[in-house]
């Protein structure tokens, strides 16, 4: 069983800052690409930014220069680092994680439950 569990959400002032941490845990032989999404009341669910094992990233054009994503991948963590935030980057952000469970099997995309960002003064 493969779990993926995000944090570091909360509420900040506009001009603020907070980090995000997605953590998988369980059984498995590594994890490939890994990306943040984030959903807004009454809106879609979007693409934030991605990550490949090999670490070539790619961003929404609304995040760019204000966020970073990044991996550790002795922790199976990959973070999300939120800087320069405004009130339309309230949302709830989720990681979504491709989980290869063995050498040989190919990746299932796993989610995590979310967490909440609300910037707001």
């Known amino acids: 069983q493969v779990q993926v569990v995000e944090s570091g959400g909360g509420l900040v002032q506009p001009g603020g800052s907070l980090r995000l941490s997605c953590v998988a845990s369980?059984?498995?032989?590594?994890?490939?690409?890994v990306a943040w999404y984030r959903q807004a009341p009454g809106n879609e669910r979007e693409l934030v930014a991605k990550i490949t094992r090999g670490n070539t990233s790619n961003y929404a054009q609304s995040v760019k220069g204000r966020f970073t994503i990044s991996r550790d991948n002795a922790k199976n963590t990959v973070y999300l680092q939120m800087n320069s935030l405004s009130p339309e980057d309230t949302a709830d952000y989720y990681c979504?994680?491709?989980?290869?469970?063995?050498?040989?099997?190919?990746?299932?995309?796993?989610w995590g439950q979310g967490t909440q960002v609300t910037v707001s003064s």
């Open positions: 369980g059984i498995f032989f590594r994890i490939e690409d």
């Open positions: 979504n994680a491709a989980v290869r469970r063995t050498i040989t099997s190919g990746a299932t995309v796993y």
